[in-house]
């Protein structure tokens, strides 16, 4: 299959949606190649713009909500970011594409399965020595290394949770699906202003699976 050509073809077509509007999130997308993040079965679908089934019922989003998310971030070059619920990495490659190469890009996964198979396909992407990934609860963030400027969270929360919030620098961001599983959920961006008031705004309903541990969704 000519994945290089539909890569192309997918990413024009996003475009011309209006849902990629920098020229610097289009780079990072014809550049990482999504049939490397996702289970041999589903290689065929790598460019169709729909979530595809990775392990333990997890997904891999949609092309065009990867191009919102990185949109929401107003992602820089130097960008300290952190993606809580990691699970392919690919979103991880596309970010670290983005913010350059003077700063590495964190991720955090909470299933080991699933955490395995990211840090794999880092492994042979060449992205693994690029980007710190860690298994544990990322409902807690990642204090190790804070604070970030952006922190993005690909599974749904009960809301955000405050660690996230004292993890980000002023003037930071936080992107992610709040609301119930499998129920209704926004896209919720967050700001931390310079003068350390919260701005909160929707960005439209998602589907995404629940986050799970301390601040997250019970079993």
């Given at each position: 299959?000519?994945?290089?050509?539909?890569?192309?073809?997918?990413?024009?077509?996003?475009?011309?949606?209006?849902?990629?509007?920098?020229?610097?999130?289009?780079?990072?997308?014809?550049?990482?190649?999504?049939?490397?993040?996702?289970?041999?079965?589903?290689?065929?679908?790598?460019?169709?713009?729909?979530?595809?089934?990775?392990?333990?019922?997890?997904?891999?989003?949609?092309?065009?909500?990867?191009?919102?998310?990185?949109?929401?971030?107003?992602?820089?070059?130097?960008?300290?970011?952190?993606?809580?619920?990691?699970?392919?990495?690919?979103?991880?490659?596309?970010?670290?594409?983005?913010?350059?190469?003077?700063?590495?890009?964190?991720?955090?996964?909470?299933?080991?399965?699933?955490?395995?198979?990211?840090?794999?396909?880092?492994?042979?992407?060449?992205?693994?020595?690029?980007v710190k990934l860690i298994?544990?609860?990322?409902?807690?963030?990642?204090?190790?290394?804070?604070?970030?400027?952006?922190?993005v969270c690909s599974a749904?929360?009960?809301?955000?949770?405050?660690?996230?919030?004292?993890?980000?620098?002023?003037?930071?961001?936080?992107?992610?699906?709040?609301?119930?599983?499998?129920?209704?959920?926004?896209?919720?961006?967050?700001?931390?202003?310079?003068?350390?008031?919260?701005?909160?705004?929707?960005?439209?309903?998602?589907?995404?699976?629940?986050?799970?541990g301390k601040f997250g969704?019970?079993?």
């Amino acid at each position: 299959m000519d994945f290089e050509k539909q890569r192309k073809e997918v990413v024009g077509s996003l475009e011309r949606m209006g849902y990629i509007k920098d020229v610097r999130i289009k780079k990072a997308m014809l550049k990482v190649k999504r049939e490397d993040f996702i289970l041999p079965e589903y290689k065929s679908n790598a460019y169709i713009d729909t979530p595809l089934p990775i392990p333990e019922g997890q997904t891999i989003s949609a092309l065009h909500m990867h191009a919102i998310f990185m949109s929401a971030l107003k992602l820089k070059e130097r960008d300290k970011v952190l993606e809580i619920g990691a699970g392919s990495g690919i979103l991880l490659a596309y970010m670290k594409e983005m913010v350059g190469p003077k700063v590495k890009v964190f991720g955090i996964e909470n299933v080991p399965e699933v955490y395995e198979f990211a840090k794999k396909n880092l492994e042979k992407t060449s992205y693994a020595k690029k980007v710190k990934l860690i298994l544990g609860d990322g409902s807690n963030g990642l204090p190790k290394y804070a604070p970030y400027d952006k922190i993005v969270c690909s599974a749904t929360c009960p809301k955000i949770p405050k660690p996230w919030i004292k993890q980000i620098n002023l003037g930071g961001i936080i992107v992610s699906p709040v609301g119930e599983p499998y129920g209704h959920q926004e896209l919720v961006y967050l700001e931390k202003t310079k003068e350390g008031k919260i701005i909160r705004k929707n960005l439209g309903g998602v589907i995404f699976v629940p986050l799970k541990g301390k601040f997250g969704w019970k079993e």
